[in-house]
């Protein structure tokens, strides 16, 4: 039986407890009435930053928090709300917190409750904290407690991009400045999705550092991230085979071990189950063997354990996925926990090869296999083949969202689908350019392009795609992408004597891959990962010759590696960060005043010239592992 207990929300706070060396507040509850029996009492003791960080990532210390919500995790349901001044410091390193009004709080049986530290209005979320399972009875006296974070992104980078022919003139790479700040892949990024600031650079992170050279430290990039659902552990995977756990209270390594057949496997994806009780860890080269190991799935049955450091690699059990002539399988593509606690993990061809999203080479026209696991034993339960599949999710309320990049839909210009399985039957949307998602609750978004013709001479847009639950068709917005601008040295001959001439020439982009996607808990902002296709067809120049006037074409198509912040809100790019290029395809012809044929044009478009600075040119990263904490 519920029971309406009238509290009053109180709270006080000081630095460093020697108990946990933390900003700790106490909230308590009290009764306000003099009914007999004694109701009991209820506190609440929130876990924050401590110093010197405080400043930077407790939410209690941001001066843009302006009230403290208390909810139900599971429903959403608002328990009690009330207005908050963060605390000024009294010169003598202690902070007190005035006393909060929550109001009446109703009790009744084990809820999962978060609290929310909002600012503007309400509008922007700040802190996030969850406890599990939380109940008392009445009468009881209980302290609760919740360990607040700030919402953050994180991503890595894997793998670099490396020029086959390095330029020894800087006036054929494209403009360093775009992507400058983060040319380093070797680190984890931290993004705070309500700062000014781009990056929260202090906090970026080398695991497993090394010694490149005398003064020069390297580390292994960052391959695949996932938060823990109650946002007080980042578990990460890099290219030296390891798997970190990282304290998100100070942005610090925890724990870590090592993962089996990293070399030829390299880790590729982290799932972890909604109650933080197991994970699971996808490995997989980029470039799947016909006949043989085709990767490996891990199985983290202990992660409670692991996180406390009880033991020492969670229980992983490993299960290696094998492809043979008869019964060919793809790379563990993806995977999701489902409503019943089981695993669901899509095999196919990786995304993003060179070429693409070209579909008859995105996934090679073949299908992809849907295998069901018991997370706990590693048993494969079930098998069923899908079209070509690239990422797997699930919502609040069980429905099962699929996303197949090359499949038609009736009245699409281009190809790509999401497919949503309801009670109603399958609901099917035309997603082009959509290759991940996330599922919020019981909403679902992507990022991909939007749907008109691939003409190379039509710059396409950024796409934004949101489907409320129990909607029928997408809300969507659209925001540009910039051109690439690609400088090219000329080498041409007038009247016999050979000359040096260049000129810049803007690249609209034509297609758009949104790979993976990370979105914060209010579903305000999301972290994109985008691959950009520039591309054109027949751009031609002419020039006067000693004789003759001549039409130089250029065919050329590359691509530009982004993070993205989007607005979910409002459409907007709020910030964009290019981290690399790569040059696919470069070729050159050139025509006399008769329209005839004669030969090449741009030698440094030439695949036969000594030195190919266009052709395969790359430079910077390819952007991986995006997460954000209580992005759910």
């Known amino acids: 039986m519920t029971k309406a207990v009238c509290r009053r929300f109180l709270s006080g706070a000081r630095l460093g407890l020697a108990a946990f060396s933390l900003c700790d507040v106490a909230l308590g509850l009290l009764g ?99 406890a599990r399972d939380v109940a008392w009875q009445f009468g009881e006296t209980k302290d609760v407690y919740l360990e607040l974070r700030r919402p953050l992104f994180f991503f890595g980078g894997s793998p670099k991009l490396v020029a086959p022919v390095a330029p020894s003139d800087p006036i054929f790479a494209p403009s360093r400045r775009l992507y400058e700040p983060l040319r380093d892949e070797t680190k984890l990024r931290v993004v705070d999705p309500n700062s000014v600031q781009p990056l929260l650079s202090i906090y970026d992170r080398w695991l497993d550092p090394f010694q490149l050279s005398p003064g020069v430290t390297s580390a292994p990039p960052v391959s695949a991230a996932a938060g823990t659902y109650d946002g007080q552990s980042l578990l990460i995977g890099n290219l ?39 994970a699971i860890i996808l490995q997989y080269p980029r470039s799947a063997p016909a006949v043989g190991r085709a990767g490996l799935i891990g199985f983290v049955r202990n992660l409670p354990g ?46 993003l090869q060179p070429g693409e999203p070209d579909c008859s080479v995105l996934g090679g026209g073949e299908p992809s296999v849907l295998r069901r696991y018991n997370p706990k034993t590693g048993e494969q339960i079930s098998q069923r083949t899908l079209p070509y599949t690239t990422s797997i999710a699930y919502t609040l309320i069980g429905e099962q969202v699929l996303v197949q990049p090359c499949a038609a839909v009736s009245g699409a210009t281009r190809f790509g689908r999401v497919v949503v399985a309801r009670q109603s039957g399958e609901k099917i949307l035309s997603a082009p350019g959509v290759l991940a998602v996330s599922a919020i609750r019981s909403s679902i978004i992507g990022v991909g392009r939007d749907d008109s013709a691939d003409v190379p001479t039509l710059a396409a847009q950024a796409k934004i795609f949101i489907l409320e639950s129990g909607a029928e068709k997408w809300s969507s917005s659209g925001f540009d992408l910039p051109s690439w ?140 592992a995006a997460s954000v904490l209580f992005g759910r």
């Open 485 to 624: 601008l690609v400088p090219y040295r000329i080498t041409l001959s007038s009247d016999g004597k050979p000359y040096v001439s260049s000129i810049d020439i803007s690249f609209a982009p034509t297609d758009v891959s949104g790979y993976s996607l990370a979105v914060t808990p209010d579903r305000a902002r999301a972290l994109s990962l985008l691959r950009v296709q520039h591309k054109v067809r027949g751009l031609f120049l002419t020039y006067l010759g000693s004789t003759n006037q001549y039409r130089c074409y250029i065919d050329w198509s590359g691509y530009s590696y982004h993070v993205a912040l989007v607005n979910l809100q409002s459409g907007a790019r709020e910030q964009d960060y290019i981290v690399g290029f790569q040059n696919q395809d470069c070729a050159s012809r050139v025509y006399d005043n008769a329209n005839n044929l004669i030969g090449t044009c741009l030698p440094a478009c030439d695949p036969a010239d000594s030195k190919p600075y266009l052709r395969g040119f790359q430079e910077g990263y390819v952007p991986s």
């Open 32 to 130: 306000c009435s003099q009914q007999q029996p004694d109701p009991g009492s209820v506190r609440f003791l929130v876990r924050s930053t401590p110093a010197p960080d405080d400043v930077v990532l407790s939410p209690l210390r941001d001066a843009r928090v302006t009230a403290l919500e208390l909810r139900d995790a599971r429903t959403d349901d608002l328990l009690a709300r009330s207005r908050f001044d963060p605390p000024a410091d009294n010169g003598m390193g202690a902070t007190m917190l005035p006393s909060l009004d929550l109001g009446l709080i109703h009790v009744s049986s084990s809820r999962d409750l978060r609290m929310l530290a909002l600012g503007a209005a309400g509008q922007q979320l700040l802190g996030v904290a969850l």
């Open 306 to 351: 692991l996180r406390s450091r009880v033991s020492k690699d969670g229980e992983l059990l490993i299960a290696s996925i094998d492809s043979t002539a008869q019964a060919p399988i793809g790379q563990p593509l993806a995977a999701a926990y489902t409503p019943d606690g089981m695993v669901e993990v899509v095999f196919g061809k990786p995304p």
């Open 240 to 278: 030296a085979g390891k798997l970190h756990v990282v304290d998100t209270l100070r942005l610090e390594d925890q724990v870590s071990f090592d993962l089996p057949d990293y070399m030829t496997n390299p880790v590729q994806g982290i799932v972890v189950d909604p109650l933080d009780r197991t």
